[in-house]
């Protein structure tokens, strides 16, 4: 497995990371427990050494899984973790990035995690009510105590990366970013370019639509989030499906998957980019795994450029309420 640094801070990790919100959040049913453990296990084995979870996949649950599926390679790892939600009765209620609360949080973290320091801490989503400056310099002081390593923001706009990042540096910002949502291109990116900060993306695979599995004719169990996010409307999946197509289309001229041109294009933008799709199969674990050699040439790039800047995307990618949490 190759590996790429997140930016300047130092923080390398193999090209491709994991992440494990599927194994306990969101997806529907959730898969076997004893069968997720064994896939991480692999993972590791198969070089990956970069593991993404929250405090509120599940809630706690994610944690949980990864700190038990981790115990064996705990020095060979980097685990990232994030907080910034408040929680009552196992639920998220809201926002809460106030100091004394992500102290609380990075303790009871450390503890499912079963780990003595964080290697990335992320904050979720950013917190109105707090100013960005405090969540930094509480950071900054567990940098100091030896509770985190690298400190790194999720789906935050341009003034708040600069503003926490005269604070405390940030190592990483962590926010969707594929074919199927190319919005960090126009600020987000050259700004991290700027600045030294790694990106990682979530959903490379565009929840899953990359992959060329999913159609108008899908139906999510239930408890599958996609079910509310307006992009996966069955009317915007028909509306969609000519990116799928040109994904497919040019999978099968090079012999591969959808799913790992997506993640090519994706390692191509910038040598300091580390995508993390989740997955609960090991055959698609090792075909995500398989994206990392896949070169695509310039001219690769530009002809994907060229046909999918004539694909207009629809739909939004979170609820309105969901949204409100963004800070662009």
């Known amino acids: 497995m190759k590996t790429r640094k997140l930016g300047n801070s130092g923080l390398e990790v193999s090209a491709l990371g994991l992440g494990c919100m599927g194994m306990s959040f969101a997806y529907g049913t959730i898969p076997d427990r004893k069968e997720m453990i064994a896939l991480i296990h692999k993972a590791v084995e198969s070089g990956i050494n970069f593991f993404d979870t929250a405090q509120i996949y599940g809630p706690f649950t994610n944690e949980e899984l990864?700190?038990?599926?981790?115990?064996?390679?705990?020095?060979?790892?980097?685990?990232?973790?994030?907080?910034?939600?408040?929680?009552?009765?196992?639920?998220?209620?809201?926002?809460?990035?106030?100091?004394?609360?992500?102290?609380?949080?990075?303790?009871?973290s450390l503890k499912r995690l079963?780990?003595?320091?964080?290697d990335l801490l992320?904050?979720?989503?950013?917190?109105?009510?707090?100013?960005?400056?405090?969540?930094?310099?509480?950071?900054?002081?567990?940098?100091?105590?030896?509770?985190?390593?690298?400190f790194g923001l999720s789906e935050a706009g341009v003034e708040t990366i600069r503003r926490a990042h005269t604070v405390q540096p940030v190592s990483a910002l962590q926010s969707e970013y594929s074919l199927f949502w190319r919005e960090p291109e126009t600020e987000i990116l050259p700004t991290l370019e700027e600045l030294g900060i790694g990106f990682?993306?979530?959903?490379?695979?565009?929840?899953?639509f990359?992959?060329?599995?999913?159609?108008a004719d899908t139906v999510f169990e239930s408890n599958d989030f996609r079910n509310s996010v307006p992009r996966f409307d069955i009317e915007n999946r028909k509306a969609n499906q000519p990116l799928v197509d040109l994904v497919t289309n040019i999978a099968d001229q090079k012999q591969v998957s959808p799913a790992q041109i997506a993640l090519a294009w994706i390692l191509a933008q910038k040598s300091w980019i580390v995508p993390i799709p989740g997955t609960t199969n090991p055959i698609r674990l090792n075909e995500n795994i398989d994206s990392v050699s896949i070169e695509l040439t310039s001219?690769?790039?530009?002809?994907?450029?060229a046909e999918i800047s004539k694909i207009v995307i629809k739909g939004d990618r979170y609820q309105a309420a969901s949204q409100k949490m963004i800070n662009r």
């Open 66 to 108: 990864v700190g038990e599926a981790m115990a064996p390679f705990r020095n060979e790892v980097v685990i990232a973790t994030k907080f910034g939600f408040q929680f009552e009765g196992g639920k998220s209620v809201g926002l809460n990035s106030h100091p004394d609360h992500i102290r609380q949080t990075v303790e009871d």
């Open 114 to 118: 079963n780990i003595e320091t964080i």
């Open 122 to 150: 992320y904050q979720h989503r950013v917190d109105p009510n707090v100013p960005i400056e405090d969540v930094a310099g509480t950071v900054k002081d567990l940098i100091q105590e030896g509770k985190v390593k690298y």
């Open 200 to 208: 990682v993306p979530f959903s490379p695979l565009g929840k899953g």
């Open 210 to 215: 990359l992959t060329g599995k999913i159609n």
């Open 299 to 305: 001219d690769d790039l530009q002809k994907i450029e």
